[in-house]
């Protein structure tokens, strides 16, 4: 059976750092992409950052471009964020995503296959 979770989420001030870190288990990953994607209350599930099964390229959202940083772990089971000079409209539930197959859905939550339950990120101005 395959899990997910997330862990890194908490409280930090307006232009503080935060680093995400995502486990996944119960097969071999090293074919899978894997993202990011976060929630913020009332919003629908948005894509953040995504990274290819290889590690070797990797997309961001704009808003985001410049202050995280995606990277896989060298088993490539692990996906980081690190997360620098956040702000208050970073403010959101984070996930963390697998996905099985490489498509044209990346960017958006229908492309993936497995989830963690998420961590929370919340950004005080």
């Known amino acids: 059976q395959v899990q997910v979770v997330e862990s890194g989420g908490g409280l930090v001030q307006t232009g503080g750092s935060l680093r995400l870190s995502c486990a996944a288990s119960?097969?071999?990953?090293?074919?899978?992409?894997m993202g990011w994607f976060r929630q913020a209350p009332g919003k629908e599930r948005d894509f953040v950052a995504r990274?290819?099964?290889?590690?070797?390229?990797?997309y961001y959202v704009d808003s985001v471009k410049g202050r995280f940083t995606i990277s896989r772990g060298n088993a490539k089971n692990t996906v980081y964020l690190q997360m620098d000079s956040l702000k208050p409209e970073d403010t959101a539930v984070y996930y963390c995503?697998?996905?099985?197959?490489?498509?044209?859905?990346?960017?958006?939550?229908?492309?993936?296959?497995?989830w963690g339950q998420g961590t929370q990120v919340t950004v005080s101005s």
């Open positions: 990274i290819t099964s290889s590690g070797g390229n990797t």
């Open positions: 995503a697998v996905a099985k197959y490489s498509s044209g859905w990346l960017d958006v939550p229908r492309g993936y296959n497995y």
């Open positions: 119960g097969r071999t990953f090293s074919n899978y992409a």
